[in-house]
């Protein structure tokens, strides 16, 4: 019975074999190896007990499958493999697997064994549906097409316990680490807050630039994460903003902020030099009820204290849910400077190498907003792009545009107002529900001059919208 | 199943026991008779929760544990030094308990045996310091074992180099046996 170490971490929630270090994981499968006949080392190590569902371009005697669809339905087992089951785990080695994929088992997760990521190349028609619940699609696994996107708090963990945290939120403090706010639980550098679903955001005093956001974070180094995810931990409030972070290497992961009417950003960065460690992942920012103007994430030079410079360099957001539909003077989900105010005033000094990846953004005058001088290598991928006036505006150059959908965009779903060009043949555009591949015609605006450059938009008809990602009906009022 | 604690402590200072229970999968009887029923110690319960025969890492399993059932345990703690004066898991090593303990079916039919969790973890700082694996010898993660037959367990312990004196690692772990 040959096991290796993450035979037992498949076991336990919440843990990857990435938080075991390469060289221990090395000694504890040479040990294993020893015991049970393992193949030991740290490389490859993925599961090899019996029951673990592999699937591998080489086997290599193993029980598993070639294919993802057909340990799915347990198809063409290879050594006497069986297919999955409600609530199993399927490993994918490292390798290209040229196939569309169609999950229809409940609770299954689809994750990469160790090692380099696996990409899916769909050969036809969708390359990821979801057709079951409490399906997990993990981020290990590159889908080379657009379908797989958007956000999913479907598998949220926070990463850590309340034992690892520096300090924990509560409405009911008890101890010396615990309080009731997250301004005051943010008192010095290096700080890990861990925030309870009990938390009220009405505890906050303030903070931020000019003292006008419900929560300002000043500090550097800090995480700020919920415990049980966006789905339990919500910040409301009434204040110009929601919350401000001015300080670097700052994650703020799993909440919802929906802010009322006052509110004009749910998140606003500034004055911040070097961005590498900002991470916004996992939130559901709701503007849909706040003030006129009101935008979902917005980066940019400090309108409020000229000379306080922003950049977008390095930063990371991923997985958030944005819904700007529904705010009468509606503006961006996420704003990387301003078009209008370019330059010292609301401009960003450098968009560098950013990602924003797998985020649902809903019902903004631009879904992404990019506006900065200097030609970036930004990532923008595998985000859901639904009922946007336009879906991403390009002020600057971006670095890599691929693997997003983008569902009935009432101007245009790309906008590019720079001199590159971009291959765009990895997004999808339109979708089975809406049909609107008809409309697409002339919202592409891929060039200065608004032409298409002739791509054919029939190629898209009848995608579907990952099922995963986010809540678009018919229902929701175009933009 | 029957679920009791089982506490794993281990590390380099506080020591703790461990106790394992459980019952076996065994299906009840309804006539008119009279009905006796008592309680077993883990070692002669129906589900026998004991130390390998013949094992010389017996002396890290742990018995009562403050309870009078004699409650199974295991304790690599200096709180249970052994007879050669060592008391805790180096640092920076890995370290294998063979043999340590066994499960035993001494009901009358065959029975899914499952310890869970089979691994721990314990992190500081961000950095994990301490590993833990319950390695079964036969089946992963569970096994079937007959009438007079026994899954025998063995422990894996890594501490990495960021373990420190103050490292310690205490838990509880389910053993459950159900009819399959």
Known sequence: MPLTITDFIEQVDGISTDDIPLDERQRINDALADRTGGPGGGGEAGPVNEDAILVSKDLNDRAGFTSIQDAIDGENPQNGASGAGEDDTIFVEPSEYTESVTIDVRGLTLKAADGEKPTVTQDGGTPVLVEESKVIVDDSITFDSGIDVGADFSGYEPGISESEADAVVTNNPNGDNQFNSIGAALGSNDTTVLVKSDYDSSNESGGGVNNNALIGIENNNVKIISEEGPESTAITGSIERAIDITAENVVLKGFTIEPDSDVQESIFITDVSDATGIEIRDNRLDVSGAGDGAEGIVVSNNVNAPGGDATVDGMKIVNNKINVAGNDGRQSGIAFGNAIFTGPRRGVQDVGDGVIERNTIIGGFNGIQVAADPPSEMVVRQNLFGNNRNGVVLNSDVGELSNNHFINSGNSDITNRRDATYDVGSNWFGTETFNDTDSLDGKLNLENDGDEAGIDVSQWAGAPIDPDAGLLTTDDPPA | ?180
């Open chain 2, 1 to 180: 199943m029957n679920r009791r604690k089982l506490l794993v402590a281990l590390g380099l200072l506080s020591g703790g026991g461990a106790v394992v229970s459980g019952t076996g999968a065994f299906t009840s009887a309804s006539a008119d008779r009279d009905v006796a029923v008592q309680v077993a110690t883990d070692a002669t319960g129906y589900l026998a929760i004991t130390t390998v025969s013949g094992s010389e890492n017996d002396e890290y399993v742990t018995e009562n544990n403050g309870s009078s059932n004699n409650e199974f345990g295991l304790d690599f703690t200096s709180g249970n030094s052994t007879s050669g004066g060592g008391g805790g898991v180096n640092a920076d090593a890995v370290t294998v308990f063979a043999d340590l303990f066994e499960v035993r079916n001494q009901g009358t039919q065959d029975v899914e045996v499952q310890v869970t969790p089979l691994s721990f973890i314990e992190s500081s700082g961000g950095d994990t310091t301490l590993i833990v694996l319950i390695v079964p010898q036969t089946g992963f993660p569970s096994v079937t074992v007959s009438p007079g037959n026994a899954e025998t367990f063995d422990a894996i312990v890594a501490a990495t180099d960021d373990a420190t004196t103050s490292t310690e690692l205490s838990d509880t772990i389910t053993v459950s046996g159900e009819a399959p």
